[in-house]
């Protein structure tokens, strides 16, 4: 180990961490929701776990790993150190020591507002705080690394960008639009109102506030997942890359496309006019093309590895990847849950199939199969990957690793699909109890709710062997030399409008612009309104 991968080290432990913790929480979440008498069941622990289990996997171990991920992969592929390597030591502090105020109110029971802490339920300060200096910590991350990136250009001039950090840039950027949104939020809504500074909340202006943030979240869990799919999985199954150019116009359609999107996660709201709602929903079916390309150009480079390794026939291809490496699996199994995932986006972002799914099962359904899957199963088989490369250990429990993804994979298909069932048969989320006393109409779901819960427990049992191949390695491996971090070759050359694609600055202009023209009128909108402000409530 050197002294270099001490700051990925220490991300990738707190991000595993909080994926264990998340994990306990949401197998007992699972077995509830499924009815069964336990004996700490409660509304209260119900809900506790609820906020716990999102905040810790959506926010916590997401945005720890990313980071991680981040530091250790763009001094590799830039080949020279990272910058400022300090701020960066002292951004890690900054996120961590915010996250544990956070989870310090989470669990003394000040805080089950759920990790999109929509008020009018009010959290105690601790809990917003901590969650700003998360993301303050955050913005230490990826100033270091774009100014990793400036000197490296400066160096280089004309050389065009690696294509793993022209990724991590396109991560950095996306989120820095994004949380300019969700930064609002918190200084000037959430926290003076949870200090008593203000009285009263706009909900409706909180909650549009949250979705320029919340749904290009979902981008930044994404896209470091696609530099894994770019420039490490199509080595790793023993191939090329099918075309480097394709992968940088994906990077690029993100910044660009990712954020004027979050009103369609408001299209039941009032307050906001519909044409308004219209334009986002335009412009999240725009979105779904860069996944499409991913989709395409990725099999494309899969089957350049089976062929490589002997296939001749149409699809026999396929069996000859080498599924039972932890990585190659864990990202293969991920795209087939993503692209389940992807249709059932497309239905939420409709104006009228939305009303149907609404605040149902089905919506939890789909989440589970996009970051529950596609970002967290290869983060996972990431992990299996990078650390060895990290601590200089082999890969402890091996077996495990390569039961795992296939376990998670089960796990996810009965857990998401009987949400996705049960959605459309009306059950609610966010419903400690769905059996509604024992109603009749609710008895209809009672079955598909115990299949849920039985994946939720093959979940478990997944992440549960995650951790210990991850303590595994990292307590017990053999050591040896640290093996190189080696990144995928284009089957050709980067043809020269490559340049194009590499004006980074230029794309982040047009995307700010047209975050502006999504949202200037309706915040306008909303500020302009009468208002009139809700009190904070407490759930217990």
Not at 239 to 267: C, M, T, W, Y
Request: hydrophobic share 55%.
């Amino acid at each position: 180990m050197t002294r270099a991968d001490r700051l990925p080290l220490a991300h990738i432990a707190v991000a595993v961490t909080a994926f264990g913790v998340a994990a306990c929480m949401a197998l007992m979440q699972a077995l509830s929701r499924a009815n069964l008498d336990l004996p700490f069941r409660s509304a209260q622990i119900y809900y506790l776990s609820v906020t716990a289990h999102g905040t810790l996997m959506a926010l916590v171990f997401t945005t720890f790993f990313i980071m991680g991920l981040g530091y250790a992969l763009v001094p590799r592929a830039l080949g020279r150190p990272l910058r400022h390597e300090g701020l960066a030591w002292a951004s890690f502090w900054i996120a961590l020591g915010g996250t544990l105020a956070t989870l310090t109110a989470i669990f003394v029971g000040k805080a089950s507002v759920l990790y999109t802490f929509y008020p009018p339920l009010k959290a105690h300060p601790a809990f917003y705080i901590g969650l700003t200096l998360l993301v303050v910590g955050s913005w230490g991350w990826g100033f270091s690394v774009l100014r990793t990136l400036r000197a490296w250009r400066r160096e280089n001039a004309g050389v065009p960008i690696p294509l793993a950090v022209h990724g991590f840039a396109t991560t950095i950027i996306v989120w820095f639009i994004a949380t300019a949104g969700v930064a609002a939020e918190m200084l000037f809504l959430l926290i003076p109102w949870s200090l008593g500074i203000e009285k009263t909340i706009d909900p409706e202006l909180a909650r549009t506030l949250f979705w320029w943030f919340g749904h290009p979240l979902v981008y930044f869990w994404l896209l470091p997942a696609y530099v894994i799919w770019y420039t490490v999985l199509p080595r790793a199954a023993g191939g090329k890359l099918f075309s480097d150019n394709l992968a940088r116009l994906v990077f690029v359609l993100f910044i660009v496309l990712s954020s004027p999107v979050g009103l369609h996660h408001q299209a039941m709201d009032p307050g906001i006019p519909a044409g308004w709602k219209l334009f986002h929903t335009f412009n999240t079916m725009w979105i779904l093309f860069p996944s499409f390309v991913t989709a395409f150009t990725i099999i494309a480079s899969l089957e350049v590895a089976g062929r490589a390794r002997g296939a001749t026939g149409l699809f026999n291809w396929i069996g000859k990847l080498p599924w039972g490496d932890p990585l190659v699996a864990s990202v293969l199994l991920a795209m087939l849950l993503f692209a389940f995932g992807g249709f059932g986006g497309a239905i939420n972002a409709s104006y009228g199939m939305n009303a149907m799914v609404h605040n149902t099962a089905w919506v939890q359904g789909h989440f589970h199969l996009t970051v529950g899957s596609a970002v967290a199963l290869t983060f996972m088989g990431t992990t299996y990957w990078l650390l060895p490369r990290l601590t200089g250990r082999d890969l402890e429990l091996g077996l495990l690793a390569k039961v795992q993804p296939y376990l998670w994979f089960a796990g996810m298909m009965l857990f998401s699909f009987s949400n996705h069932i049960t959605g459309l048969m009306g059950m609610p989320r966010r419903v400690f109890d769905p059996s509604y006393g024992g109603d009749a109409f609710a008895a209809k779901w009672k079955m598909l709710t115990g299949v849920s819960a039985a994946g939720g427990v093959l979940l478990f049992v997944s992440a549960a062997f995650f951790v210990m191949v991850v303590l595994g390695t990292w307590l017990a491996g053999k050591k040896r030399e640290q093996p190189p971090v080696e990144f995928s070759e284009p089957l050709e050359p980067a043809p020269k409008p490559l340049a194009l694609f590499d004006r980074l600055g230029l794309w982040t202009v047009i995307a700010v612009l047209l975050v502006l023209v999504a949202y200037a009128y309706p915040i306008w909108h909303l500020i302009s309104m009468p208002h009139f402000g809700s009190p904070g409530y407490s759930p217990f």
